[in-house]
């Protein structure tokens, strides 16, 4: 028998974007089945005012709050307010800062969204959010050099969105499409900075990708591109292309942009520590 889906209010309090936040919330609620929650973000709260106007919203919406606040006097306001409607509040980065407090031996700063500071940090994600985009879909080959990973692969393989991906993390991403009958960039071939790794998928997998895209764009007919006796041959021909060069392949067929993401993180990683124990850094 199915079982009726529970649905509540989740209701996200944050000093800074929320970012933080609602990846934590998204991270918990996928394990559970059965379960909607309508999320209410409250971001950007600097003030005590902006609390009671929240609390007013929980009362009339009860449910869980969860909220990432550095500043004391917010903090206890919002949680006095939890106690007095008897809300669950979990302070979700409260056992983080624990642990750095006792492991460092000193407390936290106590400001809000330092994270999304105007450091250098937040130019490199500018800078590589500039360059992915310049060097999308194999253009601007001639600097492909400077990249610091380079992600090959046949259409629809998410080269485009694992590269934003990346960027937003500050790695300088390109991409590069193998297309049938269309030869490669030579720099590819050239290539010593960048790590090169070969984005794969399963045909049948690829095949139902493309018709899908074929559909949003009213194209109907059917071609080669969708072709499963073509398209098997072109991932095999990518696939021979990665071995032959040596480069590390993902399989993306059951993963998600972010999951890919963090198999290619984990390769550029390996790859740094490497470099290090060698003397290459």
Known sequence: MTRAVKRFHLHLVSDATGETL??????????????????????????????????????SNPGIVMFTLVDR?????????????????IAVLDPVFAAL??????????????????????????????????????????????????????????KTPTCIYLANRGI??????????????????????????GLTTSPDRLVQVRRNRLLSLNQKHETEYVDLEMVKEEVASARKLFAKHGWPVIDVSRRSIEETAAAILNLYNRRGETDLANGNG
């Open 101 to 158: 407090a006792a492991f460092l031996g000193s407390e936290s700063r106590d400001l809000p969204g330092r994270q999304h500071q105007m450091d250098a940090h937040y130019f490199d994600r500018i800078e590589a959010m500039h360059y992915s985009m310049a060097h999308d879909d194999g253009q601007m080959t001639g600097d492909l050099n400077d990249a610091d990973i380079v992600l090959v692969g046949v259409s629809r393989t998410s």
């Open 22 to 59: 609602n990846a934590v919330a998204n991270a918990a609620l996928v394990q559970f089945e059965n379960t909607q929650a309508e999320v209410h973000m409250w971001a950007l709260v600097r003030s005590k005012g902006q609390i009671e106007r929240i609390m007013h919203a929980i009362e």
């Open 172 to 197: 300088k991403a390109a991409n590069v499409p193998l297309v049938p009958s269309v030869p490669l960039p030579p720099e590819l071939d050239k290539l010593t900075h960048p790590l090169v790794v």
């Open 73 to 89: 006097e917010l903090r206890e306001a919002l949680q006095e307010g939890c106690r007095r409607l008897q809300m669950r509040c």
